[in-house]
């Protein structure tokens, strides 16, 4: 059964950083492209950023390129999102999710393309 497990979100002021975790097991983590998604309130989920089983091939929603930064870790399953520069809307529910297929190099922005997702970590910011 595949798990994926967030943690790292809160509370923090304009300006200020946090770093998302995603932790997964259930399957092998190294040959799945994992993303980022978030749901601020009122309004649909919508893409943050992906990357690719290897971790070299990444995309970002253009509203936090330059701010956020995507990476994993693949001898711990663990994903990450470190976010600096933080706006108030940046404030949703962040998910983490895991791609269906085991392409090479490949990252995808469609949740349809992601098959497992996590039960969401909150981060709010305050201005």
């Known amino acids: 059964q595949v798990q994926l497990v967030e943690s790292g979100g809160g509370l923090v002021q304009a300006g200020g950083s946090l770093r998302l975790s995603c932790a997964a097991s259930?399957?092998?983590?190294?040959?799945?492209?994992m993303g980022w998604f978030r749901q601020a309130p009122g309004k649909e989920r919508e893409f943050t950023a992906a990357?690719?089983?290897?971790?070299?091939?990444?995309y970002y929603t253009d509203s936090v390129k330059g701010r956020f930064t995507i990476s994993r870790d693949n001898a711990k399953n663990t994903m990450y999102l470190q976010m600096n520069s933080l706006r108030p809307e940046d404030t949703a529910v962040y998910y983490c999710?895991?791609?269906?297929?085991?392409?090479?190099?490949?990252?995808?922005?469609?949740?349809?393309?992601?098959?497992?997702w996590g039960q969401g970590t909150q981060v709010t910011v305050s201005s």
């Open positions: 990357i690719s089983r290897s971790g070299g091939v990444t």
């Open positions: 259930g399957r092998t983590f190294s040959m799945h492209a």
């Open positions: 999710a895991t791609d269906r297929t085991t392409r090479v190099d490949w990252a995808s922005r469609s949740a349809w393309d992601y098959d497992y």
